[in-house]
């Protein structure tokens, strides 16, 4: 099956199976040489990249809608749409593999409506984008309508600039590891190998690529000299204002980008304790850990039942970096536009806030919590953390002054785009002594 074919398989399990992108590309069947997988990868991502856009124009081009058992047709459809409409794909390349994925899709008959289809949006692209965007801000945005409205509500000054940040493609941005080299001998390395990258804004060992590699190109990589983390996520070890012999906790860690990036930035810690509630996942944090010559003590368990591994020794420092919508990661992750729905949202802010009541006991007398989410949404956010102050007097928010994100009525947010960041949120929370 060629790589048009294999793109709609595997679109089929994220727009009607709700399975995520990252575990369908993961699991797809052996067969197609490395070239043809980076395809594959390009073609699933920009077509839910794009996804609320394309259905609006291939609507228009269907005379009447394709039968469920045709969904992996019609997910061909839209990948044959965003060759033509986003990509540099010669028209007739992407027409031809297109119309030939349809009968290595087992459709014979599909072939001559594929072609027609695909011909007729090139006859009539202008007329057929402009009354899409036209008929609604979903089109128009490539972003659900609750996800649009709700930005609205949150964000009236900057959610058309949020939205158009989702549709971008996200920069590759890395994080030296300084126990084993600086940002400038690393950037000085790369160089040497004629790769374009700068420092990245806001950070002490971020670097940013002009284009991305696959990790195994990197130099250092399997030795751990360097990780692949955006801007925003390398903010939390700064934020945590970390010291020699502290206690420190990293709950809900996986895949422990930021518990590395705790250990490379303090290496004179008492103790890193990093829990996570599902034992595969914490496979990866020690993976992570053990590429880059770290460690740390792992726990299974649920951070909101802090019993089942806690030893009751006080942390002076606690990073509890919650479950969330993951609306702030929209670049990266372009799945979560069909996977995440506005009912998800309610029970996420319930869990978050059992994770708060349950890990600030474990803080010390003086210590700081620090709350992170990949959210762009106040209610996850600024209205979480500002219930929880509301119910918890030896608290105090020492969110500081910085000069990146924008102070929110409580902590600091980032939208996706600004500084070469994801969007993220961040709040310091004291406990009094």
């Known amino acids: 099956m060629n790589a048009r074919g294999r793109a709609a398989c595997l679109l089929v399990r994220v727009v009607d199976d709700g399975q995520s992108l990252t575990d369908a590309l993961a699991r797809q069947p052996p067969g197609l040489d490395l070239q043809q997988q980076r395809l594959v990868q390009e073609l699933c991502y920009g077509t839910l990249r794009w996804y609320y856009q394309l259905v609006a124009v291939l609507d228009q081009l269907l005379k009447k809608p394709l039968k469920r058992r045709d969904s992996d047709l019609r997910c061909l459809l839209l990948v044959g749409l965003y060759q033509l409409m986003h990509t540099r794909v010669p028209s007739h390349v992407a027409v031809h593999e297109t119309v030939q994925a349809s009968r290595e899709l087992g459709k014979e008959w599909a072939a001559g409506l594929v072609n027609a289809v695909l011909r ?81 804004p806001h950070t002490r060992q971020g670097v940013l690529l002009e284009s991305p590699l696959p990790v195994s190109s990197l130099p250092g990589f399997a030795e751990g000299v360097v990780s692949v983390q955006d801007a925003a996520a390398q903010q939390a070890a700064e934020l945590l204002d970390l010291r020699s012999g502290q206690y420190v906790l990293d709950a809900c860690a996986a895949p422990g980008g930021k518990t590395a990036h705790i250990l490379e930035t303090e290496p004179g810690l008492a103790s890193l304790t990093a829990v996570d509630i599902d034992a595969q996942r914490t496979g990866l944090i020690e993976d992570n850990l053990a590429r880059l010559g770290l460690a740390a003590n792992l726990r299974i368990g649920d951070a909101a039942a802090p019993d089942s591994w806690w ?99 409580h902590g600091r947010q980032v939208f996706p785009g600004e500084d070469e960041m994801d969007g993220f949120y961040y709040a310091c929370l004291r406990k009094a002594t």
């Open 311 to 409: 030893d009751g020794r006080p942390f002076d420092r606690i990073l509890l970096d919650v479950p969330c919508s993951a609306t702030g990661v929209i670049r990266r992750h372009p799945d979560i536009k069909l996977l995440r729905r506005q009912n998800d949202i309610p029970a996420l802010v319930v869990r978050q806030a059992r994770l708060l009541d349950a890990v600030w006991p474990l803080l010390a007398a003086g210590g700081m919590l620090l709350y992170s989410t990949c959210s762009v949404l106040a209610e996850e956010n600024e209205q979480q953390v500002g219930r929880f102050l509301s119910g918890c007097t030896e608290a105090v928010d020492v969110t500081p002054e910085l000069p990146w994100g924008r102070a929110a009525g």
């Open 120 to 200: 007729n949006y090139q006859r009539q692209s202008a007329s057929l984008l402009a009354a899409a965007v036209e008929a609604s801000l979903v089109a128009r945005h490539a972003h659900p309508e609750w996800f649009i409205q709700q930005l609205q509500t949150d964000w009236p000054e900057n959610w058309e600039a949020i939205l158009n940040a989702g549709n971008q493609r996200p920069p590759f941005s890395l994080r030296v590891n300084q126990r084993k080299s600086g940002r400038d001998a690393y950037l000085d390395n790369l160089r040497n190998q004629d790769i374009n990258a700068r420092p990245l």
